[in-house]
């Protein structure tokens, strides 16, 4: 499956990104960057040129920062 589903969730409305970095901390995509409103989110990873592995992705909005592990696999 060369697409994969991350769904988030804010408080409020506001500016959010949404980051995807590999094993070696090099940013390689950003799902979201911009203003969403509040409630339920869901972005798309489009993965077809990416190898399979582990990779970290970041969801900033306002003061806050979480950093997840996922892994690829083809």
């Known amino acids: 499956n060369p697409m994969t589903s991350i769904s988030y969730t804010i408080p409020r409305s ?19 960057d911009g203003y969403r409103v509040a409630g339920a989110h869901m ?8 190898a399979a592995g582990t990779y970290f992705y970041r ?7 979480e950093t997840r592990k996922m892994t690829l696999l083809k």
């Open 59 to 65: 969801l900033r909005f306002g003061g806050f920062s």
């Open 14 to 32: 506001g500016a959010v990104r949404l980051e995807v970095y590999n094993i070696s901390g090099q940013l390689v995509d950003v799902l979201a």
């Open 43 to 50: 972005a798309v990873w489009n993965t077809g040129n990416h």
